[in-house]
């Protein structure tokens, strides 16, 4: 079955290697046959500050302009995935201001906690300059589960599919490099 798949991209250098895992993602998925498109929140200069403005606004049952051109990219994908380096075991802000903004009370989850976005995936790929054990060890891996993928998928009452993490990406050999790209051409063979 083709679907439509959003890929919230969080990096400010289109010379990294989550640059990298974004474009194998969308190539492995168009060949595929599904639609994709990229939100590039350096790219598109996202605020990701959730202001009085905002909550203005929420109040009277609306939204601001540029999370309203947002949502209309949610309503459109059958599977949001979020691509970003980890930073201080966690999105970088403007990920986390993402959420924040465009998953908002009334259109993702009501005043109650209930989910409103049910047929929708969520799939988490991250990467981390720890080693794999380091962030087992920590509890990095058991937290950040939590709090990025698993929250997002509670609140919203979405499926959550994986968060995939890539770690020691900056230590690791080319060769290793390449093989962590397989796997994302992988998963992107395993949504469904
Ligand atoms: C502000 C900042 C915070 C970071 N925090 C973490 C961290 O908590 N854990 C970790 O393993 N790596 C951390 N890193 C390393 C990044 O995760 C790493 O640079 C990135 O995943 C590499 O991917 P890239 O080559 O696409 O930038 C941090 C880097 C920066 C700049």
Redo the contacts with the bound molecule.
Sequence with gaps: MTMNHLIIYS?P?SK????A?RETLKDALEQKGHEVRVRDLYAIGFDPVLSAKDFEVLEKGGVLDDVKVEQDHVRWADVVTFVF??????LPAIARGYIDRVFSVGFAYTEKMEGLLPEKKVLVI?????PKDV?EKTG?FKAMDFTIGQSLADFCGMAFLKQKYF?S??SVSDQERKDMLKEVEQLAGEID
């Design positions: 990096h250098n990294s290697f989550n640059c895992i380096p980890v930073w201080w075991n966690s991250c990467t981390l300059n720890a962030s990095a770690n990406v900056a």
